[in-house]
T-cell receptor, first 113, second 115 residues
């Protein structure tokens, strides 16, 4: 069945460092891809999404490009801030999985001042 | 606009007891999801409703878990009897409709501890 694999954490970076969180997927057909974020004490919220190959999703300085050839959707940010400390989840949704959202295991990110 | 409301926020019960969680989705959202998030793991879908019909309940342990969505609005998820391995955060989410690119909005979850 469909699945998402993302890099294990925790990831600890200094403020203003470059961030990459890797995500790869397995799916039949052409899924939509998402990054959700969970800030401490809050619920999951959508960070960005891409619905077709080569699309780039972006929000709050984060971006991710849908790469069909490598089945990847890596999350990047050029300069992280302390406020970016959170757990990040890569996810997909596809018709072959009845459009349900399938999540990766999450990557905890901590940013040092 | 009001978000997805869940209650209670926290619940501690003994094993073999029963428990119920409540969810009120965003107004007008046809699709409602219940997810189970065990510590250190990603959310796992338990059941998905489209209005008051079940779209997917393939990962719902039906011998102990049940869910309903009366009148296609509010939903309750029940566990009876609870086991230690049911300790998790139970997340409710809703979306306008069922589709691959549709954003789901999540509530803050109910943290269940079974002792």
């Amino acid at each position: 069945g469909d699945s998402v694999t993302q890099m294990e954490g925790p990831v600890t970076l200094s403020e203003e460092a470059f961030l990459t969180i890797n995500c790869t997927y397995t799916a039949t057909g052409y899924p939509s891809l998402f990054w959700y974020v969970q800030y401490p004490g809050e619920g999951l919220q959508l960070l960005l999404k891409a619905t077709k190959a080569d699309d780039k999703g972006s929000n709050k300085g984060f971006e991710a490009t849908y790469r069909k050839e490598t089945t990847s959707f890596h999350l990047e940010k050029g300069s992280v801030q302390v406020s970016d400390s959170a757990v990040y989840f890569c996810a997909l949704s596809s018709y072959s999985s009845a459009s349900k959202i399938i999540f990766g295991s999450g990557t905890r990110l901590s940013i040092r001042p | 606009e009001a978000g997805v409301a869940q209650s209670p926020r926290y619940k501690i019960i003994e094993k073999r007891q029963s428990v119920a969680f409540w969810c009120n989705p965003i107004s007008g959202h046809a699709t409602l999801y219940w997810y189970q998030q065990i510590l250190g793991q990603g959310p796992k879908l338990l059941i998905q409703f489209q209005n008051n019909g079940v779209v997917d309940d393939s990962q719902l342990p039906k011998d102990r878990f049940s869910a309903e969505r009366l009148k296609g609005v509010d939903s309750t998820l029940k566990i009876q009897p609870a086991k230690l391995e049911d300790s998790a955060v139970y997340l409710c989410a809703s979306s306008l409709y069922t589709g691959t690119g549709v954003e789901a909005f999540f509530g803050q979850g109910t943290r269940l501890t079974v002792v």
